[in-house]
């Protein structure tokens, strides 16, 4: 007996021994970058975890609340697999009013009615591309038997409301791809793209060669000048939600071949717009202009609510959508996401009001204080967002335990050969995941740095040192 309790004292020795010099090795770290000089400004914090127990192995500032840009995707994500399931699917419906004469002409109107599916267009599924759902909707209305259409396409995008950008995102990001607001009724995640060819030399305006899908009803205003050789892409689109006119300014480098991609001002009235050009090429003319919603409703105009529904498009599962979610950090699932919780639990879906679900979730499920998560959208774009590292780190070793765990950890993309959530905005660089070590103990991690100065590429490398601590 007494052999078995010195072995286990042992045991346990070498055990606490070995954690004292692992968190001892993360500390030694942590302390050498923030005496780096780019950090002489800088808040920072780090949280490491067990991540089979929840045991704290590390944590400095933890509840320090920072931005956390894209790692906030981790949160939005787990919150999403909670409350609507990894099989929750979107469902966006074709309808018509009126009535179909023997000749097929439909008296009445087309309705494209959104269900908030951010997938609707997308070509990263073989369901949602373009050509897929357009057809679709082609075969429905001529299976209706529908010839010609006496009314127009309605573009219905109610679900979400007008206010699709969330309060507290920038100017310079609203406009672009990755800044396009949250409507109900999404199309191609809401942008576009434009080709550009740079001037001769350095300085001189470029051209724009050609806009996919053309976008006949906006004007451009072209401000861009040619950049130098390998300064890449620096043109910023201007331009407010439901606007018609948009400015690009910045610079494109005279090396760069590639283009560059503005949100879409008003998805739902795009859509609408491409099924009537998709109906006129296969011989069924439409008699009226296009319309949505919102449109309709600032001319004081009412929808129809009879009827007839003629087709239901379904968006790749849950799963699928939060893979590219986390893996190309697509800002507008985030947000339809968190309106999506509003929605489903009968409230009001302004993003604020999404928030609150979020912050009461996890105050309910894990007891998080609702002020550590002080966030403003469900994507990181924000500079307002304050998380702090703790919770994110509580909130990733929670969800080990959950069936769908494994989708959402594959979700992660690989930085550094570890599976973790990036986050880049202005002076804003954060990394949230999760590590096994040459150990075999489980980690899970969240890391934030705040108002660094210099290159971003430089503290990149600096934070991986330390996160190299935990391999």
């Not at 780190?393 to 599976?419: C, D, G, T």
């Amino acid at each position: 007996m007494r052999y078995l309790t010195t072995l286990l004292f042992l045991f346990s020795f070498y055990l606490l021994k070995g954690q004292t010099s692992f968190s001892q090795k993360i500390k030694q770290a942590y302390e050498q970058l923030e005496a780096d000089p780019q950090m002489a400004f800088a808040s920072a914090s780090l949280t490491v975890l067990n991540a089979d127990n929840g045991e704290v192995l590390f944590s400095k500032n933890g509840n320090m609340g920072l931005a956390p840009a894209s790692s906030l995707k981790t949160i939005t994500a787990a919150t999403a697999f909670y409350l609507l399931g990894s099989d929750f699917t979107y469902e966006t419906n074709l309808a018509h009013t009126g009535t179909i004469s023997p000749s097929g002409i439909l008296d009445g109107d087309v309705y494209i009615l959104g269900g908030g599916d951010p997938s609707l267009g997308s070509w990263r599924f073989d369901q949602t591309k373009t050509e897929v759902v357009l057809g679709a909707w082609l075969n429905a209305i001529k299976n209706a038997g529908i010839k010609q259409i006496k009314g127009q396409i309605i573009a219905d995008d109610h679900l979400f409301g007008t206010q699709i950008i969330p309060d507290g995102w920038i100017w310079q990001d609203v406009g672009n791809y990755y800044g396009g607001g949250a409507s109900s009724l999404s199309w191609r995640e809401n942008q576009f793209d434009v080709y550009i060819r740079p001037g001769n030399k350095v300085g001189d305006p470029v051209t724009l060669k050609s806009i996919i899908p053309v976008m006949p009803y906006m004007q451009f205003v072209n401000e861009v000048l040619t950049g130098k050789a390998g300064t890449g892409d620096q043109v910023y689109a201007y331009m407010a939600p439901n606007s018609n006119l948009i400015y690009l300014r910045g610079t494109y480098a005279i090396d760069l071949s590639k283009p560059v991609s503005p949100a879409i001002p008003d998805p739902a009235l795009d859509l609408s717009c491409r099924l009537a050009d998709t109906l006129k090429i296969a011989g069924i003319p439409v008699s009226k202009e296009t319309s949505s919603w919102r449109k309709l409703q600032s001319e004081n105009i009412s929808l129809n609510p009879n009827y007839r529904l003629i087709h239901t498009t379904r968006s790749p599962s849950l799963s699928n959508l939060i893979y590219w979610f986390n893996r190309k950090s697509i800002n507008l699932y985030g947000e339809n996401f968190l309106k999506t919780f509003a929605w489903k639990k009968g409230k009001p879906t302004h993003t604020a009001d999404a928030v609150s679900i979020v912050k009461d979730f996890w105050q309910e499920k894990l007891n998080i204080d609702p002020r550590s998560l002080n966030i403003y959208d469900g994507s990181g774009l924000s500079p307002a967002n304050r998380v702090t590292t703790q919770s994110m780190a509580r909130i990733l070793q929670f969800v080990k335990k959950e069936p769908w765990y494994a989708p959402f950890y594959e979700s992660l993309p690989l930085y550094n050969q570890m599976k973790m959530k990036s986050g880049s905005i202005a002076d804003v660089l954060a990394y949230a995941g999760y590590h096994t070590n040459a150990a075999g103990q489980n980690l899970v991690f969240s890391f934030m740095i705040n108002n660094y100065n210099g290159s971003t590429a430089a503290i990149r490398q600096k934070m991986f040192r330390v996160l190299d601590e935990l391999k």
